[in-house]
């Protein structure tokens, strides 16, 4: 069956398409999400192509290279022998038989949800949309995005008057909406990505069974809910849980630095109660595209309801990069050093260990603060041998060697990558403050664990 005879197929010739491998999918949005996702589809032998507005990733991908650190360019030679190709061309929506889309979900500087990623998605989506198509949101949103915002631009858009399929609708006269939260855990390699359980919230059940037909092909279980919404609101839950939880384990760190406790001895040992704890590590601050920004979307969505998200607003406003400078500032005292004009080396700048991803990363900010307060910084980490301009921060600094530490007054452990040798460092270095424990089972008295 062509993809032209979809309109008049019915949702379970749909479904048995997807099953035979013969629907086309489309990724929009090549990032950290949507280029593993089109890499899973395509070594499923399901035919994928990859839409993207940035252009030096299009002609990356095309030349069989790749832009992300743990993606492999053979991974990409490979998709692209199987028929994987990237494009900019919104024409060639209307050769997909299913849309996920997979663009940023960013705060602005209001702190309030960016939305415009998704809406320009949607506009540019629309002309080219056609009957029976199924068109997945997957980027991290507030409760009713899918249908308040992504639907009436698609709807509207379009030049046929095509609207989503609601109801019992299973006709293939219009489209199919759902959403679909992501939920990789980048650097985390103890679960496949194929094992973690595809949450679908389907805008009528013809969406929610395409949806689930979708995903099954490439991961082991999909879980189904009853709307986009309950979808949207799932993945929020599961983000505001880590961020509430790690706000709480760096309050309960920062007071028992003062009763001479180790907390992460005493976390150990809680963790091993078989039910009703689960762990939570304290760090340097929140960081990354997803705990710092995400819960802010319920938080905004929720004054709409006339409705106040307090634990979201207190464990939101971290104050953890200060803590870590006071710390810094502490620890140089005891060696009769001022801040002013001494030397701090940073290791680790990525906003968690093992993974090349810069976004929100708390080192950004205590590199800004330390600099403010008159430190000489550099910074070491073998995943950046650059920090440029971001969203935030123009630093402009280039990833200094490991070699000669003790011209440094201080070595600040921002983050924890597994390739540094602990023990060697600590050895050369004057001064070690270690934020992750990354020095655990090393005595020495340089070494300041805050
Ligand atoms: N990175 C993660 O680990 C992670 C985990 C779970 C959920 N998420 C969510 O997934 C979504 C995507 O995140 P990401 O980390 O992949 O972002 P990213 O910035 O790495 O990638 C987004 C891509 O979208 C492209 N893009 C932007 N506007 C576009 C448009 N109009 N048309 C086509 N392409 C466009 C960008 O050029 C970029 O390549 C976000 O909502 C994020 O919150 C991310």
């Known amino acids: 069956m062509s993809s032209q005879t979809l309109a008049s197929a019915s949702v379970a010739e749909v479904t048995q398409r997807i099953q035979q491998r013969q629907a086309k999918v489309g990724i929009i949005g090549l990032g950290y999400v949507g280029l593993p996702l089109a890499l ?5 032998k399901v035919s994928v192509t990859g839409f993207d507005i940035d252009e030096r990733k299009i002609s990356t991908l095309r030349q069989g290279r790749s832009y ?11 998709a692209r022998e199987q028929g994987f190709d990237a494009t900019s061309d919104y024409a060639r929506i209307k050769e997909m038989d299913a849309i996920i889309i997979c663009v940023p979900t960013p705060l602005n500087e209001y702190h309030e949800p960016d939305l415009s990623y998704i809406t320009n998605t949607a506009a540019s989506i629309a002309p080219h949309l056609r009957a029976g198509q199924l068109v997945v949101l997957e980027s991290t949103t507030y409760p009713g995005t899918t249908e308040e915002v992504m639907i009436p631009i698609l709807e509207k858009g379009n030049t046929t008057g095509l609207k989503a399929a609601r109801g019992e609708s299973a006709d293939g006269s219009g489209f199919y909406v759902a959403f679909s939260p992501e939920r990789e855990d980048p650097g985390n390699t103890s679960v496949a990505r194929r094992d973690i359980p595809k949450v679908v919230g389907g805008l009528n059940p013809a969406a929610a069974e395409l949806t689930a037909a979708l995903y099954s092909t490439i991961f ?72 710092p920004v995400d819960p802010f979307y319920l938080s905004w969505k929720a004054k709409e309801w006339d409705f106040k998200t307090r634990f979201i607003e207190l464990a939101g406003n971290t104050n953890m990069p200060y803590f870590v400078i006071e710390s810094v500032a502490k620890a140089l005292n005891q060696h009769k050093k001022a801040m002013n004009g001494s030397k701090v080396l940073i290791l680790g700048v990525a906003y968690k260990k093992d993974i ?9 900010t205590i590199i800004e603060l330390l600099q403010k307060e008159g430190a000489q910084v550099s910074y070491n980490d073998p995943y950046f041998p650059v920090i440029g301009k971001g969203r935030k921060y123009d630093l402009q600094m280039q990833c200094a060697s490991l070699d000669n530490l003790d011209q440094y007054d201080c070595v600040l452990i921002v983050t924890d990558h597994s390739d540094y040798d602990y023990r060697k460092i600590v050895k050369e270095s004057k001064l070690v403050v270690d934020t992750r424990n990354a020095t655990h089972g090393i005595q020495d008295a340089k070494i300041v664990r805050c």
């Open 68 to 78: 992300i650190y743990r993606i492999e360019p053979s991974e990409i030679k490979r």
């Open 40 to 44: 899973l589809y395509s070594e499923q």
């Open 356 to 364: 090349d991803d810069l976004r929100e990363s708390p080192a950004l």
């Open 220 to 291: 082991n279980r999909v879980v189904r809910v009853s709307s986009p919404a309950a979808a949207e609101m799932t993945k929020l839950l599961e983000n505001i849980y880590r961020c509430v939880n790690i706000a709480l384990v760096n309050e309960l760190k920062m007071l028992s630095l003062r009763m001479g406790l180790d907390i992460w001895e005493v976390i150990a040992a809680a963790s091993t109660k078989p039910f009703g704890f689960h762990p939570f590590y304290p760090g340097p601050g929140l960081g990354g595209h997803c705990i």
